[in-house]
């Protein structure tokens, strides 16, 4: 984002405008960031780093924060 800020820009609110041949690889890979950051938030939990809530709705609620970041 501090690099290429305006490619990320063009990325988050055009993304879905792609071709369908370069949609599926893109989801493809950010269903598994996605499935990464759950996986980190539900071992914070389990370490007591954060309190219990669910992973999902936790990554969701970062990924909305820090996605508009730019």
Known sequence: METHRGHVRVFFEHHRELPAEARGPIRLKRGRYEKI?????????????????????????????CNWAY
């Open 37 to 65: 950051v759950e996986g980190l938030i539900g071992e914070g939990i389990e370490l007591g780093v954060f309190r219990a809530t669910d992973p999902h709705m936790a990554a969701l609620a970062t990924f909305g924060m």
